[in-house]
């Protein structure tokens, strides 16, 4: 076989490249798992051999593989394997009827965990929500994520078993609820919350199941590479051994922690740099690091240059954006500063604006510092990011990582109405706004975070529609902020990959590049809306080899 022979070619196609020197080809052809060429059926068919396994998909689509910024990968998995789970949709009193259910099923003494529960049931759990869990649940321990994963519900059992009594300390940066006589409610927010995840933790043979089932769903939507965006010593373990046993089918990159509402103190840089060291891996890489700035809009741990609503019960007279800040403004500029020293691509949890802005202002003292790193710092979910801070983006070549799906009316949307008012929520995830500042976007669901469902053509659908194609929730959220099909496209793809730090080996269909792509029944191009939010992934290829088929 000569070097121009072809190991597999693949004809009669629509292909979509995304690569605009050549956006289109009817047929493509791999040899070690890299494209060797795009074309034409006849020029195609001239590079097979004897050996050449040859595959006509009479018609169907073909486009790069999918890219998904920012899934917490192993929380959801482990979710859907061994937690309690209603679904972001389900009643109250589903919650307390599966939690009851587990109970039946385990040992007195057993820890569970699961969820998740609304902002709307805390009228429900009334002024002691511990106690209606001590009602289904008063020889096991319980702790019940809210939908955005930073509150915890807690029973008695869980709060004495992690130490939060009513004369233990509140953790910094932290919200313990407590009653008049000081004792804990049972509702904990950020760092409150880590005495109880430091002993829910997972074991390495869960781990390592947990492994198994995202890749086979990640793969099955079409995603062919993703970053991890907070990664503790356990986690990287988890992904190098599965990489070493074969079973990472996705480029992916992992944010080591720095900062979180996980853990109670900064981990050092120099720790930070041996797992860098210990874990990377050709398919695994490392250089990239997580902070946290604030939290989430319905517990008011987002920092807004403007007030919450003084009608969701903020004190709005004595608004101060600082005060919820999990990191100072100055020890965050000196922050990324060295980590972008050190080799760290940083990114920042920032949910509201002023938040955005310090991190924003953050890497600008970075670049005065440091000079330019070739660091592109993201900026994660930025669902609200100021009139003036849009065009900043460009201008410090940071990138807008626009997560989770609140874009279109969902399970969220009631909670962010009634603390930020429909005005403030219609500005939520301003692409077209983002676009015209000329900010680099890409696509991310947080996954399990304030995020059902992994799945990437529901995001898709929603930022070209503005609306939620499930049929449960009607309506739109900033519809003036849709984008075109072709603009949104290379946040999943092309501009994903360059946060990966791999622009050059995938994101597009180019010869020299990893044959990474997927197979779809019909064209994305002529497709609804709704037709995109429904698409079922035909085939997906990682780095040449069929890795799902349905």
């Known amino acids: 076989m000569s070097d121009l022979t072809a190991d597999e070619i693949w004809t009669h196609a629509t292909v979509k490249t995304m690569n605009p020197e050549q956006p289109s080809a009817e047929a493509f052809a791999v040899k070690n798992g890299r494209f060797i060429a795009l074309g034409s059926n006849a020029d195609i068919q001239k590079l097979a051999g004897s050996e050449t396994i040859s595959n006509n998909l009479a018609g169907k689509f073909v486009m790069p593989g999918l890219v998904e910024s920012h899934t917490h990968a192993l929380w959801g998995a482990c979710r859907d394997l061994f937690d309690v789970y209603v679904g972001y949709e389900a009643s109250f009193d589903e919650l307390i009827e599966a939690v009851e259910l587990q109970v039946s099923k385990v040992e007195p003494g057993t820890f569970i965990v699961g969820g998740p529960w609304r902002p709307d049931m805390l009228l429900q759990m009334g002024d002691e929500p511990r106690k209606v869990l001590d009602k289904v649940s008063?020889?096991?321990?319980?702790?019940?994520?809210?939908?955005?994963?930073?509150?915890?519900?807690?029973?008695?059992l869980a709060l004495a078993t992690a130490g939060?009594?009513?004369t233990s300390p509140d953790t910094p940066g932290g919200v313990t609820n407590r009653n008049a006589n000081g004792e804990p409610t049972g509702i904990l927010a950020e760092t409150a919350c880590?005495?109880?995840?430091?002993?829910?933790?997972?074991?390495?043979?869960?781990?390592?199941?947990a492994c198994k089932y995202f890749v086979h769903y990640f793969n099955s939507l079409g995603f062919t590479a993703f970053k991890e965006p907070m990664a503790f010593e356990a986690e990287l373990a988890a992904y190098k051994a599965a990489d070493q046993r074969a079973e990472l089918t996705l480029h992916m990159a992992a944010h080591i922690v720095r900062s979180s509402p996980f853990s109670q103190h900064a981990i050092p840089y120099e720790e930070m740099e041996?797992?860098?060291?210990?874990?990377?891996?050709?398919n695994i890489r490392t250089d990239f690091a997580k902070l946290f700035l604030d939290g989430v809009a319905p517990s008011f741990t987002a920092a807004f240059v403007d007030p919450y609503l003084a009608s969701s019960g903020y004190d709005a007279e004595h608004h101060d954006p600082d005060s919820v800040l999990l990191i100072d403004t100055e020890t965050m500029a000196q922050t990324i500063t060295e980590l972008d020293r050190r080799g760290f691509t940083v990114k920042t949890h920032a949910v509201g604006d002023y938040a955005v802005q310090v991190t924003l202002d953050a890497i600008e003292d970075t670049r005065k510092i440091n000079g330019e790193s070739g660091k592109r710092h993201e900026v994660s979910h930025c669902p609200f990011v100021t009139t003036q801070d849009r065009g900043r983006f460009a201008h410090l070549g940071a990138v807008a990582e626009m997560s989770p799906k609140l874009w279109f009316p969902n399970a969220g949307t009631a909670g962010q109405l009634r603390v930020l008012g429909k005005e403030r929520v219609e500005t939520c995830h301003a692409f077209r706004s983002m676009l015209k500042a000329g900010a680099e976007m890409t696509y991310g669901s947080d996954w399990p975070a304030a995020a059902p469902d992994a799945n990437p053509w529901t995001g898709l659908a929603g930022m070209v529609s503005r609306r939620n194609h499930s049929g449960l929730y009607p309506g739109t959220v900033g519809a003036d902020e849709a984008i075109s099909l072709d603009e949104a496209l290379p946040l999943f793809t092309t501009q994903g990959a360059r946060a990966l730090g791999m622009e050059s080996e995938t994101g597009t269909l180019t010869p020299g590049k990893w044959a990474d792509f997927i197979v779809l029944d019909e064209s994305l191009d002529i497709m609804t809306p709704e037709a995109i939010s429904k698409i079922e992934v035909k085939a997906t290829f990682w780095k040449g080899q069929k890795v799902y088929s349905r």
């Not at 019940?144 to 008695?156: A, E, F, G, P, R």
């Not at 880590?194 to 199941?209: C, D, F, G, K, N």
């Not at 041996?274 to 874990?279: F, K, N, T, V």
Request: one cysteine or more; hydrophobic letters at 30%.
């Open 138 to 156: 008063p020889y096991n321990p319980v702790a019940l994520q809210d939908v955005t994963q930073h509150s915890l519900w807690c029973n008695s």
């Open 164 to 166: 939060i009594t009513a």
């Open 194 to 209: 880590v005495p109880v995840t430091a002993i829910t933790q997972r074991s390495e043979q869960q781990l390592a199941q």
């Open 274 to 282: 041996r797992l860098r060291e210990q874990y990377r891996s050709d």
